[in-house]
Structure formats: structure tokens, C-alpha cells
């Protein structure tokens, strides 16, 4: 079946430090990956995605790109700011019926 | 606004109760979705539904039962068969044909006394 694996947290880092989330999948088909951010206390948010191969997709300073012959669309963000702390979400979709979810990974920003 | 809401923000179940979790939309979205979020597991999917009076078993359905008599509404019922209840439940809705682009709402705790 469909899965989605980030890499464990927390990631701990200093305001302007750069940013790298891993994220590989597993999927039948061509799925579309995303990656969501949630807030403490809140629910997720769509932060960005991609839907095909060599795809960048890109928001708020944060970019992944679809990389096939890795299955990873690994997340990047150049300077990292204390607003930033949140837990961030892989996930993939494959036109079957819902969202699959990775574990998420907690992002702490240090002042 | 349009958003999606869940009530209440936090409840609590006794032993062998059966509990009910409410999710309304004013998004006019056809599809809607529960999830469970634990956590180091991330979130799995309970039920979801793509259109009024259907629905369907997600990944871990046992102990829970849902409904969808209105589009707005997809209510949650964590029955006594659950036997490991506590966890943020998230809700979340879609259009139709859209299921990649999910709105989720702001989640509810729900722990056992």
C-alpha cells in the first residue's frame, strides 16, 4: 500500500539556519506529495505540493521538488524563523480516495 | 467566514461510554474526512465520505461510526468497542474531485478518565 516516510524529530535549530526535512515515499502509480504544516493547537495547513516528476513546489521560503528516480520530495527552507516552529507533514495522494500522512516532524526554531 | 469547526475542544470519555464528535462546514464542499493523530504516527484515516448518505471504512474504522445525512455535517461516534480512545482527532473537507486540497479544523482531544 501507499506510504510516506519523514525523518524522526525533533529538529532543533538556530533563526537563520537552513532548513532540510526528509521525506521519501511509496506508492502504486503517480501520486501527487504535499507537504502541510500544523500550528500548536491548530489544524494542518497546505503549505506546498507538486503533482508530477521535476515539479518545485514553493511557499512562504519553503520549496520541495518531485524526485522520481528518489521517490523524495524532501523540504528546504534557506533561513528558518522562530515562526517557523511548527510540525510538518508528508503526504501523498493518488486519486483513490484520501490523503496518506507521514509521522510529521517537529521543527524547533531557537532565537 | 468559511471554515470548518469542531466541537468540543476537548472532552472526556468514561468506560463504556459512547462518545459523539461534531465537525460542521460552510465550505460547501461535497467530500469530508475523519483522522486520528497520535503521536510518532502522524495521522491515520478513520472514515471519509465523498458525498451525503455515503461513506467509507479508512484505516483504522474499528470502534468508530459516522454518518452524513447533511453535506455540512460528518459527526464521529467513538463507540465502548474502541479500546484505546485517547488521541486529536482532526476533521476535514474537500471538493468534490479535490481530495488533495483538504481544510482541517482546529481538532479535538479526546482522553479517557
Known amino acids: 500500500g501507499d506510504s510516506v516516510t519523514q525523518m524522526e524529530g525533533p529538529v532543533t535549530l538556530s533563526e537563520e539556519a537552513f532548513l532540510t526535512i526528509n521525506c521519501t515515499y511509496t506508492?502504486?502509480?503517480?501520486?501527487?506529495l504535499f507537504w502541510y504544516v500544523q500550528y500548536p493547537g491548530e489544524g494542518l495547513q497546505l503549505l506546498l505540493k507538486?503533482?508530477?516528476?521535476?515539479d518545485k513546489g514553493s511557499n512562504k521560503g519553503f520549496e520541495a521538488t518531485y524526485r522520481k528516480e528518489t521517490t523524495s520530495f524532501h523540504l528546504e527552507k534557506g533561513s528558518v524563523q522562530v515562526s517557523d516552529s511548527a510540525v510538518y507533514f508528508c503526504?501523498?495522494?493518488?486519486?483513490?480516495?484520501?490523503?496518506?500522512f507521514g509521522s510529521g516532524t517537529r521543527l524547533q526554531v531557537q532565537p | 467566514d468559511g471554515g470548518i469547526t469542531q466541537s468540543p475542544k476537548y472532552l472526556f470519555r468514561k468506560e463504556g461510554q459512547n462518545v459523539t464528535l461534531s465537525c460542521e462546514q460552510n465550505?460547501?464542499?461535497?467530500?469530508m474526512y475523519w483522522y486520528r493523530q497520535d503521536p510518532g504516527q502522524g495521522l491515520r484515516l478513520i472514515y471519509y465520505?465523498?458525498?451525503?448518505?455515503?461513506?467509507q471504512k479508512g484505516d483504522i474504522a474499528e470502534g468508530y461510526s459516522v454518518s452524513r445525512e447533511k453535506k455540512e455535517s460528518f459527526p464521529l461516534t467513538v463507540t465502548s468497542a474502541q479500546k484505546n480512545p485517547t488521541a486529536f482527532y482532526l476533521c476535514?473537507?474537500?471538493?468534490?474531485?479535490?481530495?488533495?486540497?483538504?481544510?482541517f479544523g482546529s481538532g479535538t482531544q479526546l482522553s479517557v478518565l
Open positions: 476535514a473537507s474537500s471538493m468534490a474531485g479535490q481530495n488533495e486540497k483538504l481544510f
Open positions: 506508492a502504486t502509480g503517480y501520486p501527487s
Open positions: 507538486a503533482t508530477k516528476a521535476d
Open positions: 503526504a501523498l495522494e493518488t486519486g483513490r480516495r484520501a490523503l496518506t
Open positions: 465550505l460547501n464542499h461535497d467530500a
Open positions: 465520505s465523498q458525498i451525503v448518505n455515503d461513506f
